[in-house]
């Protein structure tokens, strides 16, 4: 009660949050959850440091948080030495790098998202059967880097529809697939244009665009059109995180993303007071928490969310790390679930 006046004071002396929506579902998805499960799991059974090749995840606080337990991120192996555990990333890695990890004889666990892993999966499977592959991504995400160099040869990188015509295959036998954290509607047209172009080529059986990345936009287009302002909590290297901004901005919403709540500028909301709130797949809830209050500070007084698709996903540890994660662990041990 003796925050009001304050409150009160600061809203009327600059733009004023009426009321913040919440989009449904957000935040950390089951391969982010898992990926950062392994590096702590990893750091309590055999201790720090623990070397994780490229970031776990797209995410500062994240990154930080697990620095400070004792995770040392890498990009080049030669920075692990001899004997250390070493961890891939949940954006996967190249065939060249799991084999050069192996042959240093790390003890490895592999975090990539299993969703990255069946496209892997997918591209060695259809190379032994002679296809060549166009791969539907951004140039330069490790995601993508990792999938591309599943093969030596044969995987032809397209990022948007004039990339398409560009292509020349040397094989008639030609598959696609997809970076799983892209915008659905950016991929979609560029996957009609590889159909109208390649009309015998052979698509995945399932999409490959995460359920978790289609689920998070779908989210962003109920919102966007209720709200006068979309703030999306994600770092600036975080792939699902600038599609969400992307999307919103493009059904006309004006739209931010940022860090943490020490991001926000008072100034985006003059005029602006109904704040759409959503968060990429590798932000976690914290952080989300900690933009709330700072919306409150600037006037909002409810916090409304949306009705939502409730994931339900759960992808297993791998080998040697355990068979419950520590949430599961905490709430049947009766401290809850981990924040």
């Keep these: 009660m003796t925050d009001a006046p304050a409150h009160a004071a600061q809203a009327a002396s600059g733009p004023r949050v009426d009321d913040v929506l919440l989009a449904e579902p957000r935040g950390f998805c089951a391969g982010v959850d898992r990926a950062i499960e392994i590096v702590e799991r990893a750091l309590q059974r055999f201790g720090a440091p623990i070397y994780v090749r490229h970031e776990i995840v797209h995410n500062t606080y994240v990154v930080a948080d697990l620095k400070a337990k004792g995770a040392i991120f890498i990009e080049d192996l030669a920075e692990v030495p001899a004997g250390a555990t070493l961890i891939f990333s949940a954006h996967g890695v190249s065939r060249a790098v799991r084999d050069e990890a192996t042959a240093r004889g790390f003890q490895i666990f ?7 892993t069946k496209v892997h ?17 951004h140039k330069g995400h490790p995601e993508v880097e990792g999938t591309m160099g599943q093969l030596s040869a044969g995987i032809h990188l397209v990022e948007d529809v004039a990339d398409v015509g560009r292509v020349r295959p040397g094989s008639d036998k030609l598959a696609v697939v997809t970076q799983t954290t892209l915008s659905v509607d950016d991929a979609a047209a560029i996957l009609a244009e590889v159909k109208r172009v390649f009309p015998h080529v052979r698509e995945p059986k399932q999409q490959d665009i995460c359920y978790a990345t289609q689920n998070r936009q779908d989210a962003v287009k109920l919102m966007a059109p209720q709200v006068d302002i979309v703030i999306v909590v994600g770092s600036p290297t975080s792939s699902n995180s600038n599609r969400l901004r992307e999307l919103a901005e493009r059904l006309g919403t004006p739209a931010h993303m940022i860090d943490s709540a020490a991001d926000l500028q008072p100034a985006w909301f003059e005029g602006r007071p109904r704040v759409g709130l959503t968060a990429g797949a590798s932000a976690p809830q ?7 209050e700072r919306l409150r500070s600037l006037g909002a007084l409810a916090v409304r969310r949306m009705p939502g698709i409730e994931e339900s996903v759960r992808f297993p540890l791998p080998m040697g790390l355990g068979d419950r994660s520590m949430r599961e662990a905490a709430a049947a041990d009766g401290a809850g679930p981990a924040a």
């Excluded at 999966?121 to 060549?132: D, M, Q, R």
């Excluded at 914290?286 to 709330?292: K, M, P």
Aim: glycine share 6%.
């Design 286 to 292: 914290i952080l989300v928490d900690q933009v709330i």
């Design 121 to 137: 999966v997918e591209v060695a499977k259809l190379a032994k059967e002679g296809f060549e592959f166009l791969m539907i991504g």
């Design 110 to 116: 592999d975090a990539t998202c299993p969703l990255v």
